[in-house]
C-alpha cells in the first residue's frame, strides 16, 4: 500500500490533555558525564540510559546514581554508506528493550553526520561488551536525522524522522540482516492533529512501545504523542489512526521516552545536567 494511502488519519485535538495524574520527578541524574540523555528504559530498580555520543550503557539506581557503565564495542560498519562522512563517530539517539530483554541502540542521528545507511546494534546484558550484533539499514531517499526507534512485539524495527514537516516512518525489510534496508511505510501529520503546534512540538525526539506492544508513544520536546495499537502492529496504529495528545513535564532539550513495565505510566528524560527523570501518569 502506497504512503499516500496510509496516512491519512483524522484531525485530532489542537493541544496535549493534562497526564492521568499529577507528574512526578522519579529522581535526578546529577553526574556530569551524562549531559546528553538521548535514550531510556525502565530496568529493575532503577534505569538505564544512552547519551547521543556513542554506544555506551549507563546503569542508574532508583535514585539516579550512577552503578554501572558498558561500553559496547560494535564491529565496524557493514556497509560503507553507514559510516559518517564528518562530525562525530556515533550519533547514539535512542534506547530499546526487545521481548527477549536485549538491549538496542540506535545509532541514527544526523544532526553531525550525513549518512545514507544508519546502525542498530544489539547487546544481551551479561555477554561480552564485544558481542554486539549489527544492522546497517539503508534508506530508500537519501540522508535523514532521526531521533525514534520502534521495536514492535511481533519483531517490526521502525524509525522516525526528525523534522518539522511530516515525520516519515521508515520499516526495517525482513529478516534483519548486517545490511539491509528501510521502507518508507507512511508519513506522521502531526500538522494536521496539531494545527498550533509549533516548531519544537513537531520534533520527534524519541519514541517507545509498551511491554505488551499494545501500546506506542513518540515524544517532541514538549509533548507525546500516543497511540494504542491492541493487534501489536505498532506502525499501521501509528498510520491509521489519530494519537491521544500528552502534554509532557517542562525540560531544557527533552529527547528520551519509556514506559513503565505495567504502561500505566511514561518516564521521560532530557539532555543536560541536572537531568530529572520524570513520570507521567497515562491511564
Same mark, same amino acid.
Given at each position: 500500500?502506497?504512503?499516500?494511502?496510509?496516512?491519512?488519519?483524522?484531525?485530532?485535538?489542537?493541544?496535549? #490533555?493534562?497526564?492521568?495524574?499529577? *507528574?512526578?520527578? &522519579?529522581?535526578? #541524574?546529577?553526574?556530569?558525564? /551524562? =549531559?546528553?540523555?538521548?535514550?531510556?528504559?525502565?530496568?529493575?530498580?532503577?534505569?538505564?540510559?544512552?547519551?547521543?555520543?556513542?554506544?555506551? /550503557?549507563?546503569?542508574?539506581?532508583?535514585?539516579?546514581?550512577?552503578?554501572?557503565?558498558?561500553?559496547?564495542?560494535?564491529?565496524?560498519?557493514?556497509?560503507?554508506?553507514?559510516?559518517?562522512?564528518?562530525?562525530?563517530? +556515533?550519533?547514539?539517539?535512542?534506547?530499546?528493550?526487545?521481548?527477549?530483554?536485549? +538491549?538496542?541502540?540506535?545509532?541514527? =542521528? !544526523?544532526?553531525?553526520? &550525513? &549518512?545514507?545507511?544508519?546502525? /542498530?546494534?544489539?547487546?544481551?546484558?551479561?555477554?561480552?561488551?564485544?558481542?554486539?550484533?549489527?544492522? $546497517?539499514?539503508?534508506? *530508500?531517499?537519501?540522508?535523514?536525522?532521526?531521533?525514534?526507534? @520502534? @521495536?514492535?512485539?511481533? =519483531?517490526?524495527?521502525?524509525?522516525?524522522?526528525?523534522?518539522?514537516?511530516?515525520? !516519515?516512518?521508515?520499516?526495517?525489510?525482513?529478516? %534483519?540482516?548486517? #545490511?539491509?534496508?528501510?521502507?518508507?511505510?507512511?508519513? @506522521?501529520?502531526?500538522?494536521?492533529?496539531? *494545527?498550533?503546534?509549533?516548531?519544537?512540538?513537531?520534533?520527534?525526539?524519541?519514541?517507545?512501545?509498551?511491554?505488551?506492544?499494545?501500546?506506542?508513544? @513518540?515524544?517532541?520536546?514538549?509533548?507525546? +504523542?500516543?497511540?494504542?495499537?491492541?493487534? =501489536?502492529? #505498532?506502525?499501521?496504529?501509528?498510520?491509521?489512526?489519530?494519537?491521544?495528545?500528552?502534554? %509532557?513535564?517542562?525540560?531544557?532539550?527533552?529527547?528520551?521516552?519509556?514506559?513503565?513495565? $505495567?504502561?500505566?505510566?511514561?518516564?521521560?528524560?532530557?539532555?543536560?545536567?541536572?537531568?530529572?527523570?520524570?513520570?507521567?501518569?497515562?491511564?
Amino acid at each position: 500500500m502506497s504512503a499516500a494511502v496510509l496516512a491519512g488519519p483524522a484531525p485530532a485535538s489542537a493541544g496535549p #490533555v493534562p497526564a492521568v495524574g499529577r *507528574p512526578a520527578t &522519579r529522581c535526578v #541524574v546529577a553526574d556530569q558525564r /551524562l =549531559g546528553q540523555i538521548s535514550g531510556l528504559v525502565e530496568r529493575p530498580g532503577g534505569f538505564s540510559v544512552l547519551n547521543d555520543t556513542g554506544p555506551v /550503557l549507563w546503569r542508574l539506581d532508583g535514585s539516579c546514581r550512577v552503578t554501572h557503565r558498558t561500553v559496547l564495542r560494535p564491529p565496524a560498519a557493514h556497509d560503507p554508506a553507514a559510516a559518517p562522512l564528518g562530525g562525530k563517530r +556515533f550519533d547514539t539517539e535512542d534506547l530499546a528493550v526487545d521481548a527477549s530483554g536485549a +538491549f538496542w541502540i540506535a545509532d541514527i =542521528g !544526523g544532526n553531525t553526520t &550525513r &549518512r545514507t545507511a544508519v546502525s /542498530l546494534f544489539r547487546w544481551r546484558l551479561g555477554t561480552p561488551a564485544t558481542a554486539v550484533t549489527r544492522y $546497517d539499514l539503508k534508506y *530508500p531517499d537519501g540522508p535523514h536525522d532521526a531521533e525514534a526507534l @520502534l @521495536l514492535s512485539r511481533r =519483531g517490526q524495527v521502525a524509525i522516525v524522522t526528525k523534522t518539522v514537516e511530516a515525520p !516519515g516512518v521508515y520499516v526495517a525489510n525482513a529478516p %534483519l540482516a548486517p #545490511v539491509g534496508s528501510l521502507r518508507l511505510a507512511g508519513r @506522521l501529520h502531526i500538522r494536521r492533529w496539531c *494545527p498550533s503546534c509549533r516548531y519544537r512540538s513537531r520534533l520527534v525526539t524519541g519514541g517507545a512501545v509498551s511491554a505488551d506492544g499494545k501500546r506506542v508513544v @513518540l515524544r517532541t520536546y514538549d509533548r507525546a +504523542f500516543e497511540w494504542s495499537a491492541p493487534t =501489536g502492529d #505498532v506502525v499501521g496504529a501509528m498510520l491509521s489512526g489519530a494519537p491521544r495528545q500528552i502534554a %509532557l513535564p517542562a525540560s531544557r532539550q527533552g529527547e528520551a521516552i519509556a514506559y513503565t513495565s $505495567d504502561a500505566k505510566t511514561l518516564l521521560t528524560a532530557t539532555e543536560r545536567i541536572p537531568a530529572p527523570i520524570a513520570a507521567v501518569p497515562v491511564r
